[in-house]
Nanobody
Framework: QVQLVESGGGLVQAGGSLRLSCAASGRTFNNDDMGWYRQAPGKGREFVARINWNGLATDYADSVKGRFTISRDNAKNTVYLQMNSLKPEDTAIYFC????????WGQGTQVPVSS
């Protein structure tokens, strides 16, 4: 019933930019946090960014702070991740979520960053 579908992933060169989108359906997340995690090859899933229900409060991992920007459009039930100045170490599968302690997850989208 509840689906979150990421899009916008793909190969990008170091220093480049990419915008990920995550469109939710089956449930409205207007009153919930949304955000992003990522999983690099051979590593566990790590927090990237979150945004509160009205988009006025955000939080970022230190590794992406200043380079990534999370935003949301509640009318579209969608959360975005603008990624700038990408580095090879940003290479990962990026997963979006909705909810706080109990999260609904997307299937992930691959972001390979080449040197």
């Amino acid at each position: 019933q509840v689906q979150l579908v990421e899009s916008g992933g793909g190969l990008v060169q170091a220093g480049g930019s990419l915008r990920l989108s995550c469109a939710a359906s089956g449930r409205t997340f207007n009153n919930d946090d949304m955000g992003w995690y990522r999983q690099a090859p051979g590593k566990g899933r790590e927090f990237v960014a979150r945004i509160n229900w009205n988009g006025l409060a955000t939080d970022y991992a230190d590794s992406v702070k200043g380079r990534f920007t999370i935003s949301r459009d509640n009318a579209k039930n969608t959360v975005y991740l603008q990624m700038n100045s990408l580095k090879p170490e940003d290479t990962a599968i990026y997963f979006c979520y909705g909810g706080a302690r109990s999260k609904y997850w997307g299937q992930g989208t691959q972001v390979p960053v080449s040197s």
